[in-house]
């Protein structure tokens, strides 16, 4: 089992341009997350998904976060456009029904 | 609403000493509780969890925690720290009806020589 998936690892880009991150869950699980972590807020959860329908995106910050699951093995979250404040580490995580969830190594974000 | 507290932010211990990382919850219905470990520039990995029967329950790398039904708490504990154990450690709940984890704000444990 490969676990969860993330890419790119590191992503640098400059203010105003849209990024896209991209995970792949475990096989098999029916849930998927995205979580923020910062040193003033840590772990902030935006969203997630059962079974590819997004349940509940409250923690998504503004308009300008996006994020799809268009099938079981994939989604993004999509910034645009991108500010310095967005600057984060993103974590995308599986679960199956029961249990804890499964984290990828995340998506370290700046935007300068 | 589930919340999760924990109580310290920091945690220094020399090497071969115990520790106890503290981990408090408030939830009106049954849950489900986890800690996790997250070491520098990696993601969160799955220590422990307790879902139902013994409340005594053991994870990887020599961690146990307990869980106290009456005092809503799941401490970890671990009888002897390497200095490989400096990480930060996050305590989690989630409700029985519900996939949404809810973490805790992070205890750093600290291990020197």
């Known amino acids: 089992d490969a676990g969860v998936i993330q890419s790119p690892r590191h992503e640098v880009t400059e203010m105003g341009q849209e990024v896209t991150l991209r995970c792949k869950p475990i096989?098999?699980?029916?849930?998927l997350f995205w979580y923020r972590q910062t040193m003033m807020r840590g772990l902030e959860l935006l969203i997630y998904f059962n079974n590819n329908v997004p349940i509940d995106d409250s923690g998504m910050p503004e308009d300008r976060f996006s994020a799809k699951m268009p099938n079981a093995s994939f989604s993004t979250l999509k910034i645009q456009p991108s500010e310095p404040r967005d600057s984060a580490v993103y974590f995308c995580a599986s679960s199956s029904e029961m249990g804890g969830y499964t984290f990828g190594s995340g998506t370290r974000l700046t935007v300068v | 609403a589930q919340s999760v507290t924990q109580l310290d932010s920091q945690v220094p211990v020399f090497e071969e000493a115990p520790v106890e990382l503290r981990c408090n919850y408030s939830?009106?219905?049954?849950?489900?509780l986890f800690w996790y470990v997250q070491y520098p520039n990696q993601g969160l990995q799955l220590l422990l969890k307790y879902l139902s029967g013994s409340t005594l329950v053991k994870g990887i790398n020599g961690f146990e925690a307990e869980f106290n039904k009456s005092q809503t708490s799941f401490h970890l504990r671990k009888p002897s720290v390497h200095i490989s154990d400096t990480a930060e450690y996050f305590c989690?709940?989630?409700?029985?009806?519900?996939?949404?984890?809810?973490f805790g704000t992070g205890t750093r444990l600290l291990v020197s020589p």
């Open positions: 989690a709940v989630r409700d029985t009806g519900f996939q949404k984890l809810v």
């Open positions: 096989s098999g699980h029916n849930s």
């Open positions: 939830s009106s219905v049954s849950v489900y």
